[in-house]
């Protein structure tokens, strides 16, 4: 790995005032397995000129439920989440999808707010030593189209300019579903209006903007994780999926589903809540509304095979808030 | 010595007969015991190439190719030159380089390409090419290249070998390849063919025919090729990780040219070879540059590929096959012809119908076509294609006979054309008991995993949780290359009486020096606990490679044959007066009076056989050995003996038949549930059958045989190496994206040994460190199908498979 | 290991450590705590305290493997997708390659030289149990289920795979471990292994 400057923030604030210094060339290290990833395969154009160290900051590692809502600061270990059994109960889906992260090591180390945080996993991106300089990176095209699309997006391009990458998180799904709020050093936002892409982007971060808790309110119903991937450790989802669930007599009374690894960004299936909203959570139900779920579906030349996982993965989650 | 004893040590034709001497009782052969580099490796203690620094050592990288077909236009290295911390550049056009160089390492001088040591042009994404530096660090020597100014020309390129041979298709290697990017296949010719198969054909009641496709994996041994060079002013010294470190010596001394008694190379423990690496000219590369660089710069220098690096160290074909049966509607098979078309090595595919089965009317054709992809060699084995196509044609035939496919095996049995009866007299006639080897394993394995319940006809099983139930089942004989030629030491240390065993390193995980140990301990009559085997490269006794391919089968009889030597040796100084002119220099033996042959061994003590309270322990046998005063103690006569065993390989089909057929077989079980929603396949189980013979270290057995399990699973399940299709740069090349199994990924595994003691090891016993790993793909390949009632390519990933059951649309 | 000597820079006396020099100065001239210069950082490993000034780009792997010789934490995939280089750092089991050395200060961190010196049963249970095949991984593989047996000392088999289930081993030993975990927890219980 080349070398970098280090700075050990104390507070939030000298961790922003450090990133203002910097500008747009330091990037913020908490568990670090995604970012020295790229470090060491020199992925980016640019490499960080400094590192600002936010684990030393602390009051940012805590799991609280005040009066049903949960918060969990950024720096909390998602094992710690994984294995918190108030958590377990009250946000299954946010447990399993912390569970389902990565290997026990990755959990020990990973920050959920580092998890919501993390850079696109494209192979095209990820090449070392910015082998492929595409759309993403300032660049001329997107590789991946032409390329080998095998886990990419299959609900078109971002927004602006057209990366077919996906967002790799779990727990994003899971936050997004359970209606989560994502405080930053400058403002609350909806965990679905956190995940916004430009073209170099996975969230609407600002430079200097860091995120220091989440907060989920109480959920009345039920919730569920599900995840597929090639292994069952070690492993980035190909199709992953949340959903929570409020039920009264026996039928969907409110529903959020969010697929992850599909799109650009956490995807969250309206067309399937509404598809399952007055109806019981029975075969029936749920195959409907897995299938309005993938209805808009533009896989690429390679992933077509994610739109039935899709519409497993959303199934499984719905028979998972039974 | 008497004739007979003399046989019992060096008779050639072990392997061809049954072993006439197995011991009365083992103590140590067969049993449970404490392996010998358990401790050293649980603890972290154990060191490998990887962990060696030297002090003052520079650090060497080597440029890798950015396009998957490229030349050096044009060259400029004065910035890497100007970079501090750099201390030396190697270029391709340095005057010091010659045009071509035999790095290979496999077969020496034979049979593989002459290449250049830094060549000019790079013919797959990531090939070492063009400019090496070494640097006070790896992070300068990294950045030194990338100061590096080069001028690529680009040029089109191939990874598909059917694409390449078409006409009109790009030169995949203009400079050694002008004429077109055909290319022979490796240690046979192009068509092979036996008996007779239109005959074999026309006696058919049916024909079915197929394709089949298995994409590249690769070894991904855990550690990273590495090794470190320093020169001792004229004589080199140097620390490698490697399977063959005698062949790498010879090749550093020819390269060099210096005698290979001036070469000292050290080779510690490694971290995971399965063959790959080791055997290519790119592993050697390194080493040779880093010879040059440490004699220009008077410094040790290092290297190590990172992961990245080392991905194009081995992968097996990405081969293609059509596939034409004819068999009998009683499951006999009649005739094959297989044709593959491969990209790299093109190993033989139809032996096995051959070596271990009764169809003999065959035609094999094979079309190899160089491409822009990394090289491959075997992995764990090279038998892979031959346990593929072998596989498939059973599996098969018994889809198309709606037969259980362990009855179809034992149908086909056999060898070279001949059925079991031929075989069975085959077996009497060379002294060996006759059992059904197949017959056992399969029988065996069966009730394991309760298959005569569990079976059922292709797609029909469906589980209570939606997903399909599979079951698949392969064979195979016990290939084991068995061939080679060992030479090992043992001594007795002069003070405490206990025996080092002197060899090469001989470790490649198999657990081979214990069971070397093992053996020593049975022959010498010692206690196991007494018995080393510390490597000690000086004493130049190479072992037939510690590669897991012919440890066994050759080394074994290597140990024994010196254990052997060693004991006579033992009993004849116990209990021979010498005799000098001097005679205060004489030596007194301490059964003086008794004759070699009324002593033994037992337990590290010598004791005479009629009266065994008359005992000595082997420390006091030996003690005398420091002379301190009296003068009335000789010394005994240091106690070492050599043992040597030069066999050809049990069966070869590449050459002359060898000296007998293989009688043991093995057979391997799969049970898969397969998620018709997602395509994903979970492996619930593997049961595993094996006639090792004589199992010399049980727990080694089992340990190859989860081993081969695992990796068997993985490298057809999940493995596959990905090349961009626009590009050709390989996309997957680290072990987030390449995934290898976990310890979640593998349902139980069943570990059943069957001894019949036919093989040609010593005490009937063979290898099995390959086969596991290369039959279990297959059966794994049959389970898919009994779950789905379709074939799917390898590796079964979920797109293949929802692809086969109809539930991908295709994309516009 | 070698400890840095501090030499005060008024008086030239020497000491131990930055804490203690920085205590000297203030205490004795009466002058302003010196900064500490970057980089330095002292650590306990396996009981020990150290102290080294490392680059921020000095991994805790690099620290302990090269610099310190406790080469028992190996480099298998240097993208931390493997655990082979696993330490305990603080009770968790992380992964050394992808932790910045500069980064534990002030850490508790336990290596397989440690688990071995304190002859933790989960040694000898792998060697019975033949854990290993090359024996690359397998440190990496002990020091996780070390961990996990400080945290939870009488695991289910789900957990103990769950816990190892970030551990590759290309050798393929992975059913050999459960039984090895579960025997050596056995052991801690039965009281024969002195809490180390
Ligand atoms: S998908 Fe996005 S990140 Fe990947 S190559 Fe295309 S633009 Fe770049
Ligand atoms: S080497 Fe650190 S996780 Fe693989
Ligand atoms: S024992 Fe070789 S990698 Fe695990």
């Given at each position: ?60 590692d ?46 020990e180390m ?12 494209c192979?095209?991106y ?46 994003a ?19 679905e ?25 109480p ?11 090639l ?12 959903a ?35 109806k019981?959570?029975?075969?029936a ?14 896989p ?23 | ?6 046989e ?17 009782d ?32 520079l650090?060497?990288k ?15 290295t ?16 340095d ?20 290449e ?13 090419m ?40 790009p ?27 239109d ?30 060079f ?8 140097v ?23 001036q070469v000292?190379?050290?080779c ?9 690496w080791?055997?290519?000219a ?22 190590q ?8 160290g ?54 190899g076509?160089i ?45 070279e ?11 009497r ?27 059922h ?56 020096e ?11 009559g ?44 033992i ?16 030596y ?23 009266d ?19 003068m ?7 106690l ?12 070869d089909?590449s ?21 018709p ?29 989860y ?22 740069v ?37 290898g ?36 086969a ?8 | ?14 000491f ?57 934490a ?108 579960t ?10 292994h002195?809490?180390?």
């Amino acid at each position: 790995m080349k070398n970098f400057g280090h700075v050990n923030a104390a507070t939030l604030e000298e961790a922003v005032s450090a990133l203002r210094r910097y500008g747009n060339r330091a990037a913020v290290i908490a568990g670090g397995t995604d970012l020295l990833g790229k470090m060491k395969d020199e992925v980016l154009p640019a490499y960080p000129e400094a590192l600002i160290n936010i684990k030393t900051i602390p009051g940012l590692d805590f799991i609280r439920y005040e009066g049903g809502t949960l918060s969990i600061g950024a720096l909390t270990r998602l094992e710690d989440i994984a294995t918190n059994d108030a958590v377990r109960n009250g946000h299954a889906a946010l447990a399993e999808a912390a569970h389902r992260t990565a290997s026990t090591h990755l959990r020990e180390m990973g920050t959920i707010g580092g998890n919501i945080c993390q850079d696109i996993r494209c192979w095209y991106y990820r090449n070392p030593q910015n082998r492929f300089p595409c759309l993403r990176k300032g660049g001329g095209r997107c590789y991946a189209i032409d390329g080998d699309n095998r886990y990419h997006s299959i609900f078109g391009g971002s927004v602006e300019k057209g990366c077919y990458a996906v967002h790799p998180s779990d727990t994003a799904p899971a936050l997004v579903a359970l209606d989560a709020t994502i405080t930053t050093t400058r403002r609350a936002i909806r965990a679905e209006d956190f995940f916004q892409v430009s073209a170099a982007k996975t969230t609407v971060l600002e430079d200097d903007e860091i995120v220091s808790r989440i907060d989920l309110p109480p959920l009345v119903g039920k919730s569920a994780f599900v995840k597929f991937a090639l292994r069952k450790a070690i492993d980035f989802p190909i199709v992953n999926c949340a959903a929570a669930i409020g039920l009264s007599r026996g039928k969907v009374r409110s529903a959020r589903i969010c697929l992850n690894a599909v799109h650009v960004k956490p995807y969250r299936a309206v067309k399937a809540e509404e598809a399952i909203i007055g109806k019981a959570i029975d075969e029936a139900g749920v195959e409907s509304s897995a299938a309005a779920a993938v209805a808009g579906a533009k896989p690429m030349s390679h992933n077509a095979y994610m739109v039935p996982i899709a519409k497993a993965m959303v199934k499984r989650a719905l028979l998972g808030c039974k | 010595m008497k004739k007979d004893d003399r046989e019992r040590i060096v008779a050639p034709e072990h392997t061809v007969r049954a072993d006439k001497y197995p011991l009365d009782d083992y103590t140590a052969v067969g049993k449970r015991v404490r392996r010998k580099d358990g401790y050293e490796k649980a603890s972290g203690y154990a060191v490998y190439a990887s962990d060696i620094q030297i002090p003052g050592m520079l650090h060497q990288k080597i440029l890798t190719c950015p396009y998957p077909n490229a030349r050096i236009a044009a060259i400029d290295t004065t910035r890497a030159e100007a970079l501090p911390g750099v201390r030396a550049v190697l270029r391709y056009d340095d005057p010091e380089l010659p045009p071509k160089a035999d790095l290979s390492g496999h077969f020496g001088q034979a049979g593989q390409p002459h290449e250049p040591v830094l060549d000019r042009c790079g013919y797959w994404q990531g090939m070492p090419m063009g400019v090496a530096v070494a640097a006070d660090t790896e992070e300068i020597a990294r950045e030194a290249l990338k100061l590096v100014r080069i001028e690529w020309e680009a040029r089109p390129f191939n990874l598909d070998p059917v694409e390449a041979l078409k006409a009109g298709a790009p030169l995949t290697n203009p400079e050694s390849y002008p004429d077109g990017n055909f290319l022979l296949p490796f240690m046979h010719e192009k068509k092979v063919t036996h008996g007779d198969a239109d005959k074999g054909f026309r006696e058919a009641e049916q024909t079915i025919e197929f394709g089949m496709r298995r994409d590249q994996d690769t070894w991904v041994g855990p550690e990273r090729p590495c090794g470190i060079f320093r020169w001792n002013g004229e004589y080199p010294e140097v620390w490698l990780k490697h399977q063959r470190p005698h062949l790498a010596k010879r090749q550093l001394a020819q390269f060099f040219k210096v005698g290979m008694s001036q070469v000292t190379v050290h080779c510690p423990y490694q971290g995971g070879s399965f063959g790959g690496w080791s055997q290519m000219a790119l592993n050697m590369q390194p080493n040779v540059i880093a010879g040059i660089l440490s004699k220009r710069t008077g410094r040790p220098v290092r290297w190590q590929f990172s992961r990245r690096e080392d991905f194009c160290g081995a992968g097996m074909d990405n081969a293609r096959y059509r596939v034409k049966v004819g068999f009998k509607n009683n499951g006999e098979i009649t005739a094959l012809h297989a044709t593959s078309w491969f990209s790299r090595e093109g190993l033989s595919h139809t032996d096995h119908f051959v070596e271990n089965s009764k169809v003999i009317n065959i035609i094999q054709e094979s079309n190899g076509a160089i491409c822009n992809i990394f090289t491959g060699w075997a992995i764990r084995c090279e038998q892979n294609m031959n346990c593929y196509c072998f596989s498939a044609v059973m599996n098969h035939v018994a889809e198309a006979l709606k037969m259980d496919p362990t009855e179809l095996a034992l149908i086909n049995d056999g060898c070279e054309g001949h059925a079991m009866a031929d075989i069975a007299e085959w077996k009497r006639k060379r002294g060996f008991e006759d059992r059904d080897s197949l017959r056992e394993c399969i029988k065996a394995g069966k009730k394991a995993m309760d298959w005569d319940a569990k079976w059922h006809l292709p797609g029909m099983k469906k589980l209570p949780s939606g997903r399909m139930h599979g079951l698949g089942m392969s064979w195979a004989h016990e290939w084991g290359d068995s061939g080679g030629s060992a030479a090992i030491g043992i001594r007795i240390e002069r003070d405490d009486g206990t025996a080092r065993v002197l060899g090469l390193r001989c470790d490649n995980g198999v657990c081979a020096e214990t069971a070397y140990c093992q053996i020593a301990a049975d022959e010498l009559g010692f206690r196991y606990e007494d018995v080393e085997y510390r490597p000690f490269e000086e004493a130049g006794f190479a072992p037939m490679t510690p590669d897991s391919s012919t440890n066994l089968a050759v080394n074994g009889w290597a140990i024994r044959n010196a254990a052997r030597r060693l004991k006579q040796k033992i009993l004849e100084v116990a209990s021979l007066p010498r005799v000098t002119e001097r005679p205060e220099m004489g030596y007194i033996p301490p059964f003086e009076g008794y004759r070699p042959e009324d002593l033994d061994v037992r337990e590290s003590r010598v004791f005479v056989k009629k009266d065994p309270s008359k005992s000595i322990s082997m420390a006091e046998l030996v003690r005398p050995a420091f002379f301190m005063g009296k003068m009335d103690v000789g010394s005994t006569e240091p106690l070492f003996a050599w043992g040597w065993q030069n066999q050809q390989g049990a069966y070869d089909i590449s050459g002359p038949p060898g000296p007998r057929p293989i009688f043991v077989r093995q057979a391997h079980f799969v049970e898969v549930e397969v998620d018709p929603e997602t395509g994903g396949i979970e492996v619930t189980r593997v049961t595993n059958a094996n006639d090792v013979g004589k199992a010399v270290n049980p727990d080694a057995v089992e340990g190859q045989q989860y081993g081969g399990s695992v990796m068997g699973v993985s490298r057809v399940r999940t493995e596959e190496v990905v090349y961009c299709p626009a590009t050709g740069v390989v996309l997957n090349g680290n072990l987030i994206d390449y995934k290898i199994n976990t310890m979640l990924d593998c349902g139980l595994i069943d570990t059943i040994i069957v001894e019949t003691a036919m093989g040609y090891g010593p005490y009937g016993s063979v290898g099995i460190g390959e086969d596991v790993a290369s039959v279990v793909p297959f059966a794994f390949y049959a389970a898919v199908h009994n779950a789905i009632g379709k074939w799917v390519d390898l590796p079964a990933t979920p797109d293949k498979v929802l692809k086969a059951l109809g539930k991908v649309q295709e994309a516009k | 290991m070698t400890t840095p000597s501090y030499p005060c820079p008024y008086c030239a006396a020497p000491f131990g450590s930055h804490e203690a020099l920085k205590a000297h100065v203030v205490a004795g001239h009466g002058a302003e705590p010196l900064p500490k210069p970057h980089g330095l950082i002292a650590l306990t490993v396996n009981g020990e305290r150290h102290e080294h000034t490392v680059e921020p780009n000095t991994t805790l792997y690099t620290l302990i493997h090269d610099r310190m010789g406790l080469t028992g934490a190996k480099m298998f995939c240097d993208r931390g997708a493997c655990g082979s280089c696993t330490v305990i750092m603080d009770g968790r089991p992380v992964l050394s390659c992808m932790t910045l050395a500069i980064e534990c200060d002030g850490k508790t961190v336990e290596t397989i030289e440690g688990v071995a010196a304190a002859k933790h049963p989960l040694i000898e249970t792998y060697v019975k149990h033949h854990c290993m095949q090359c024996g690359y991984c397998t440190p990496g593989f002990v020091v996780t289920a070390k961990a996990l047996l400080d945290k939870n000392p009488d695991p289910t088999e789900e957990e103990i795979r769950e816990a190892l289930a970030g551990n590759l081993c290309r050798c393929g030993t992975y059913p050999q471990h459960p039984r090895a975990v579960t025997e050596a927890a056995g052991l801690l219980q039965g009281g024969r292994h002195e809490k180390g």
